[in-house]
């Protein structure tokens, strides 16, 4: 990829990209991922560098199933997959497994960690490596190519949260529960820890009063701002992981937030069914939105960063003024919205939802195309493109689909 090539891309993605644009006091660099983690970059934009898939699908890579094959299967795929320089595809598995799959699906390494690695999507690190979460209560980073495990650190809970990187390559994850399963109540960790990239020496942590699933955005100066289950969205400073604020909304907030490049964070609360803006410089809120249902999917913006879109649990997929929070358009799908939207580089939002199809909708709300994945299994997981306009998504069957 040419010089000219990265500057573009990098100046379509708003804030701290990570994997090559950015400044600032910056971390080693591999070369720049195809999809770095769970929303893109570190403003979780959920912004894709490519466009054009037209809705086929390419291939399948199935996990193992049990016979009779129960449902979830018990190898369901709930994390969002992340894409590497040379198109290698890393997801993790509730089969205990973490894979990396070649451009053509086939298995290029498998290891296994003893335990489910759940709603943690994979994130490729400044420096190449690769970055995930598991049941196991541990933080796990390992070699891009073999698999190999370079350190590991143990938290006190389940890991839902995907990895977000401060500019020096730091790694920030929120740490859920301590039994597995999507709780709302009992024993938590609840701490968001910052931890060395070489290493995995912990650098800080803060203590929320909830688990923490949400993945954080990390902003140009390097604020990382996060949400709890205990119903609080978190600003803290990268450095010290001391609280610069916190914004009440009615309940758990699984949502992860994303910045704008005018200083907006939007999210979503599941616990009062209301997608939020506040201001990112102190929390005052700027416009909310009731939906009809919890919100649990994380918001994207539209590459002008004039539109947001996000799902809900009332089958719907909002489009919103980002400025005012005023609906342009609302699209209609069959089921709940637990999965992420992201948007193509000519402005097609891409959603999976759980009533098995993947979504292609054109900026104006109207459908460009439908494809029916998952008749035995529900989409969870949110969607990620490859350069070359690939999608890639899993589903509680078990299977990862490549679609073009």
């Not at 994997?19 to 999809?35: D, F, H, V």
């Not at 980073?141 to 650190?153: E, H, L, N, Q």
């Not at 529960?177 to 709302?184: A, H, I, N, R």
Request: net charge negative.
């Amino acid at each position: 990829m040419s010089r000219s090539k990265v500057a573009a891309l990098c100046a379509v993605v708003a804030g701290v990209a990570v994997s090559g644009c950015g400044g600032g006091s910056q971390a080693p660099r591999g070369p720049l991922a195809m999809w770095p983690h769970f929303r893109m970059n570190a403003t979780n934009s959920g912004q894709a560098f490519a466009t054009g898939a037209s809705g086929h699908i390419k291939w399948s890579f199935q996990t193992p199933v049990p016979s009779p094959a129960p449902f979830p299967n018990p190898a369901a795929l709930y994390g969002t997959a992340a894409i590497g320089p040379t198109g290698i595809v890393y997801i993790g598995s509730e089969d205990g497994n973490f894979y990396g799959l070649r451009p053509n699906g086939t298995v290029l390494f498998k290891i296994a960690v003893g335990s489910g690695v759940s709603q943690s999507g994979a994130a490729i690190a400044p420096d190449g490596t690769v970055i995930f979460g598991a049941e196991d209560h541990k933080i796990y980073d390992v070699s891009p190519t073999t698999g190999t495990i370079r350190w590991t650190y143990e938290t006190n809970g389940v890991i839902f949260s995907s990895a977000g990187f401060l500019s020096d390559g730091t790694v920030v994850m929120g740490s859920y529960y301590t039994f597995p399963g999507v709780q709302t109540t009992g024993t938590y960790d609840g701490n968001v820890y910052a931890l060395d990239l070489s290493t995995g020496a912990k650098k800080w942590s803060y203590q929320t009063g909830g688990g923490v699933g949400s993945s954080a955005a990390v902003g140009p100066d390097n604020t990382v701002y996060i949400g709890s289950n205990d119903g609080f969205m978190y600003a803290l400073d990268g450095a010290t992981g001391s609280l610069k604020w916190k914004f009440q909304t009615g309940g758990i907030i699984e949502s992860s937030p994303c910045l704008s490049s005018n200083g907006i964070l939007y999210f979503g609360s599941k616990g009062d069914n209301t997608v939020y803006a506040v201001k990112a410089s102190d929390g005052t809120k700027v416009w909310s939105f009731l939906t009809g249902d919890k919100v649990v999917s994380s918001p994207a913006l539209s590459l002008d960063q004039t539109t947001l879109y996000i799902g809900s649990w009332d089958h719907k997929v909002y489009s919103f003024n980002a400025a005012t929070g005023a609906v342009k358009w609302t699209f209609g799908t069959g089921d709940l919205g637990d999965s992420s939207p992201i948007v193509g580089t000519d402005g097609t939002i891409y959603y999976g939802s759980n009533d098995g199809h993947m979504y292609a909708i054109n900026a104006d709300g109207t459908q460009k195309w439908a494809l029916l994945l998952a008749t035995e299994g529900i989409i969870y997981s949110s969607p990620s493109m490859a350069t070359d306009g690939t999608l890639y998504e899993g589903s509680l069957s078990g299977k990862l689909y490549a679609i073009n």
